[in-house]
């Protein structure tokens, strides 16, 4: 009683056909069919990543081959920061004026 028989079948076909035109069921078809294999590309991209293993979290910084550098990461101290800061803030003052408001009205 719970198993589709064939004709369950033919009706859900004749149903979606009628609800969604013969011309729009292929187009969504391959538009699924293009979607499963992206997701399964990439579900296979993130096995693969596993498999690798995943670094783990360190304070040393990454090199470009993925090798742990001996050497902590490297920031900015203080006075550059701010020194990065007042040229940004310079070059935006001169490049855009602000732009000018009108005062709202009261109601």
Do not use: C, N
């Amino acid at each position: 009683m719970g198993a589709l028989a064939p004709w369950h079948l033919a009706i859900l076909v004749l149903v979606l056909v009628v609800l969604f035109g013969a011309k729009r069921l292929p187009d969504s078809a391959r538009s699924l069919g293009r979607s499963m294999r992206i997701l399964k590309a990439e579900t296979q991209g993130l096995r693969e990543d596993d498999a690798k293993g995943a670094p783990g979290k360190s304070d040393y910084t990454q090199t470009p081959d993925d090798e742990p550098s001996a050497l902590p990461a490297q920031s900015k101290t203080l006075e550059e920061q701010r020194a990065e800061a007042l040229r940004f803030l310079a070059a935006t003052e001169q490049s855009t004026p602000a732009p000018s408001v009108p005062p709202t009205q009261p109601r």
